[in-house]
Nanobody, 132 residues
Framework: VQLQASGGGLVQAGDSLRLSCAASGRTLSFNTYHMGWFRQAPGKEREFVAANTQNNYATFYADSVKGRFTMFRDYAKNTVVLQMDSLKIEDTAVYYC????????????????????????WGRGTLVTVSS
């Protein structure tokens, strides 16, 4: 599956921004894929932001964004959306969307969705810059 992320930009702290990730060229149903958002700030390692599992079973968030970010699927557009509210300067990063169709353990789901190595497809990142 090919992924195309968009929606990044320059905003001020406290503002909102919506990122989208369009999936195309897939051979499986859109619902078959676990979808994730990760980010990488300058000089830091890539980190998990949010994930929505197969069949929209569950959505997980990093503690740093919980309550401020919302991830959901737009089935009409085969797109996953990351709605980011109350943005902070520390949210500045390149944001990447990722997908995988591999099955995750129902027992370890909350852990596995956070593992970037388990995702097969990655989109090009979109830069989010939050200024004071």
């Amino acid at each position: 599956v090919q992924l195309q992320a968009s929606g990044g930009g320059l905003v001020q702290a406290g503002d909102s921004l919506r990122l989208s990730c369009a999936a195309s060229g897939r051979t499986l149903s859109f619902n078959t894929y676990h979808m994730g958002w990760f980010r990488q700030a300058p000089g830091k390692e890539r980190e998990f932001v949010a994930a929505n599992t197969q069949n929209n079973y569950a959505t997980f968030y990093a503690d740093s964004v919980k309550g401020r970010f919302t991830m959901f699927r737009d089935y009409a557009k085969n797109t996953v959306v990351l709605q980011m509210d109350s943005l902070k300067i520390e949210d500045t990063a390149v944001y990447y969307c990722a997908a995988t169709s591999r099955p995750f353990s129902s027992v370890h789901l909350a852990v596995q969705v956070r593992e970037s190595e388990l995702y097969d497809s990655w989109g090009r990142g979109t830069l989010v810059t939050v200024s004071s």
